[in-house]
């Protein structure tokens, strides 16, 4: 609602889809799909984080530019940023459906399946477990 509540959200965001890009790796299934989600998420507040900057720029620059241009700037610039922000609102709506408890167990089974392939991917016969896949 505000650019410091936009850029917080969009910071996690982005935290979310690194965490989510862990659970999705190279895979095509739904935490890839979720990471996509909250990717194109972050990218629209990124948008308007960016769009806040200009428009704080042109209003400062009000000497410069002459009051009515820096004012239409800003007029412009703000009408965006809000078409910004409902998109991110109605991205929002959909990524969040889901309840968090829900969300948690899918996240687990996501992981178990992920890993369940790495496993069978594994070789055979060293009698030992397999070595957690290397984070990065």
Not at 9 to 31: F, I
Not at 70 to 89: D, F, T
């Amino acid at each position: 609602r505000d650019d410091a509540s936009t850029h917080t959200l969009r910071k996690r965001a982005k935290e979310l889809t690194y965490q989510l890009e862990l659970l999705a790796g190279d895979g095509d299934g739904p935490a890839r799909a979720l990471h996509r989600g909250f990717a194109d998420l972050a990218d629209r507040l990124g948008e308007a984080v960016d769009l806040a900057g200009a428009r704080d720029f042109a209003l400062a620059r009000r000497d410069d530019l002459g009051h009515t241009l820096a004012e239409h700037l800003a007029g412009a610039i703000a009408a965006e940023i809000s078409a910004r922000r409902r998109e991110a609102r109605r991205l929002g709506k959909v990524l969040f459906a889901m309840p968090p408890r829900r969300f948690a167990r899918r996240a687990v089974r996501t992981m178990r399946a992920a890993r369940g392939v790495r496993e069978a991917d594994a070789p055979q016969g060293s009698g030992s477990a397999p070595a957690d896949p290397p984070l990065a």
